[in-house]
C-alpha cells in the first residue's frame, strides 16, 4: 500500500493549495481517509477526513469553512482544498488510510493502518 501526497508548497497568507493524496494498493472508496498535519515540536493533529463509507465527514475546528477534502474514486485519490490559508496553517501534511476504523476514532491517528510520508505547506505572513 501507498499514499503519495503531493501539492504542498510555499504560499501568502489568504491563498489557496490543493493538496493530492494518490493510493496505490487500497481503495480509497472503501477505506477511511483522513489527513493530519503536524508544525514543528507539535504533536500531529486531524484536519479533515472520510468515514469508510463516505457517509460521515468531518473537519477540525480550525479549518472549517476553510478547508474541503473530496474524493475522486476514478483516480483512486482524495484531496484537501485549503483556501484562506494562515501561517498557524504551516506544517507536514500527512494522508492516511484505514479500512477499519469506529466512527468515534476517525480523529485519532493512531486509527489508522496506512500513512503516507507528508507534504510540507508553509503559509508566510
Known amino acids: 500500500v501507498q499514499l503519495q501526497a503531493s501539492g504542498g508548497g510555499l504560499v501568502q497568507a489568504g491563498g489557496s493549495l490543493r493538496l493530492s493524496c494518490a493510493a496505490s494498493?487500497?481503495?480509497?472508496?472503501?477505506?477511511?481517509v483522513a489527513w493530519f498535519r503536524q508544525a514543528p515540536g507539535m504533536e500531529r493533529t486531524y484536519v479533515a477526513g472520510?468515514?469508510?463509507?463516505?457517509?460521515?465527514?468531518y473537519y477540525a475546528d480550525s479549518v472549517k469553512g476553510r478547508f474541503t477534502i473530496s474524493r475522486e474514486n476514478a483516480r483512486n485519490t482524495v484531496f484537501l482544498q485549503m483556501n484562506s490559508l494562515r501561517p498557524e496553517d504551516t506544517a507536514v501534511y500527512y494522508c492516511?488510510?484505514?479500512?477499519?476504523?469506529?466512527?468515534?476514532?476517525?480523529?485519532?491517528?493512531?486509527?489508522?493502518?496506512?500513512w503516507g510520508l507528508g507534504t510540507l505547506v508553509t503559509v508566510s505572513s
Open positions: 492516511a488510510a484505514s479500512p477499519s476504523v469506529i466512527t468515534s476514532n476517525l480523529r485519532s491517528h493512531n486509527a489508522y493502518a496506512y
Open positions: 472520510f468515514s469508510r463509507t463516505g457517509g460521515y465527514m
Open positions: 494498493g487500497l481503495t480509497v472508496s472503501r477505506n477511511a
